[in-house]
């Protein structure tokens, strides 16, 4: 048993507070919200963003952010991306020497082009630092459904205690060594996510999501592996796996954004309706970033890119990708001499 401490208390931090209490962990859930504390207290349930899931009342809430971190074994870093830096900062005085910090959000720093785990060392070197991530809705996680997900570190010592503190029969986690390519998939997967939604809000089928994906593994593998990452993580859970769940199912918000800017909604209305972070909005643009660094063609992300912050017609965007100039499918394959 041990005392973890959680940082953020939307969706996926309660349902991570859920597992690790079910695994006989000590659970103190922190959030700088006060109202959302007193629900948290008062109900043992994410009423706005978990609703139906019971949280153990040996789960402790706080809004005192010390009180989530101070001698703690462990602690689950949940905030949504835009937030990481400045809570980041918020938690170093009180980070001991050494203590694991588990990222758990997706996204890349506009600014910086940081992954998250990035961010944290840069804000608290003194800190160990593991990621946490794969194909995996809290809405599912928080009832007990089985999910799969990857723990990554760059020592495989610290990824194996990531994965005995979550891992239990429905919460299976495995290990790598990879997080670079971890990141970059759990993070770019949103935007695909955000033009597979706009496909839908434009009523097109299977056959354009069915080509969305691939070619969106294929475009966050070439930017990845251009990064360093391996193969093996993009064709992985956190890879295409994070990528398939994320583009198909209805809890996605970043599919759900995404569909209703094809049905007209602009990127502030989408945002707004769907009342909870879309991380894909703050990655999209960080792509693009790391396209140019990299020297990387991203098409697809490119026109999500137009389609959320130039006003850009969703369906423009899709006759763009339907004619640009023939190519083969894979460079890397070699034609009969």
Known sequence: MAKIGIVGAGSWGTALAAVL??????VTVWSAIPS???MLKEHHEQREKLPGVKLSERILFTTNIKDAIAFMEAVVVAVPSMYTRQTARQMEPFVQEGQLLIS???GI????????SQIIR???PKAKTAVLCGPSHAEEVGRGMPSALVAGAAQKSTAERVQRYFMNEAFRVYTSPDVLGMEIGASLKNVIALAAGMADGLGYGDNTKAALITRGIHEIGQLALSMGAKYETLSGLTGIGDLIV??????SRNRRAGML???????????DEVKM???GVYSAKAAMGLAKKYGVDLPIIEQVNQALFENKPVKDAVYELMTRDKRAESDELEWER
């Open 21 to 26: 209490e079910k695994n006989g962990h000590e």
């Open 36 to 38: 959302e504390i007193q």
């Open 104 to 106: 758990v959000a997706k």
């Open 109 to 116: 720093e506009e600014e910086t082009l940081m992954t998250l």
């Open 122 to 124: 840069d804000e608290i």
């Open 246 to 251: 994320t583009c198909a199912s209805v809890h």
């Open 261 to 271: 800017m094809g049905q007209g909604y602009t990127m502030r209305q989408a945002m």
């Open 277 to 279: 972070v879309v991380e």
